[in-house]
């Protein structure tokens, strides 16, 4: 974190002094109850307050305390601006759509949110992901091939000069065969599991409703509905990006960081995104304060983050901020 912190304290003074918050962990129970610890600390003595910005670097977690975690923002400050300069995947991607603006840098990227479900490995006790959606879309799947199956055969044996059969006839049997084709496939699948997956995906989609319609720019159900229908059930992989291109087809409170706060704030942001990616940052909730002279933090700003280390004078990741590593 050493480079990170002061990489964050740049882009506060680009910001004019609003306030920085660094979320670099999974969204569980435990974070959740750390951000509502660290924002009502910094509502006490900072009453007036109204603007934050949220800068989000986290691989997911639950859908639950997504929900926690930006309704806290949103009922402490007038405006919550969610920074990406990495990725905020799975529930990170939850609580970064109920944001006022969304900035994210060219790398940074939100995912899908379809839920992840614990399965055994078959070749060692292991415990391995799997997206709740495998079962839908191998039904989906196995509907679409005896359909396709269906039409082929049926037209070919309609039209074959040689063969007269009547057509209810022929349907008969071909739903017979195919049918007794397709059986054993359709007896892996269990309804009772297939429903369970199901509501299962249907938590990340409510929430996502919820926070949209509740918190975020979009207040009409239909495209609503088309953007959650997209995150939950129109990607092909947990890890499909959804970068700034694709994310602005749908929300009209995304931004890129030049056109947030300038051209500086986009190059100091890439220069954090670039940290961020070379960097395994340790897990981090809460502020970071500036506690430098405004004329020493400038001289930090024109010189570059090459030098940032020894200009700060042996300040600390722990002296530059209100909260401890969790």
Partial sequence: MEQIIPAIIALEKLRNGVPQFLFSHPVYPSASEQVRKEVLSFKQDNPDSQEIDVIVNSPGGLADDAYRIIRTFRKNFETVNIIVPLWAKSAATLLSLGGSRIILDEFGEFGPLDAQLAKIRDDSPEIERESALNDEHSLRRIETRFKEMFETIFIRLYEHKKINIPKAELSHQLFKNLSKFYEPLLKQIDPYKLGDKRRKLDIGGQYANRILLQFGSMKETVPVRLLVDFLVDGCPDHGYVIDYDLI???????????????????????????????????????????????????????????????????????????????
């Fill in 248 to 326: 602005s087809q749908f929300l009209s409170n995304v931004y890129t960081p030049e056109a947030f706060a300038g051209i500086k704030y986009e190059e100091s942001l890439t220069t954090l995104s670039n940290l961020l990616m070379n960097e395994e940052p340790d897990p981090f909730i809460g502020f970071v304060l500036n506690p430098m002279p405004a004329d020493v933090n400038d001289a930090i700003i024109a010189e570059g983050l090459k030098d940032l280390i020894s200009t700060s004078e042996g300040v600390t990741s722990e002296e530059v901020t209100t909260s401890v590593p969790i």
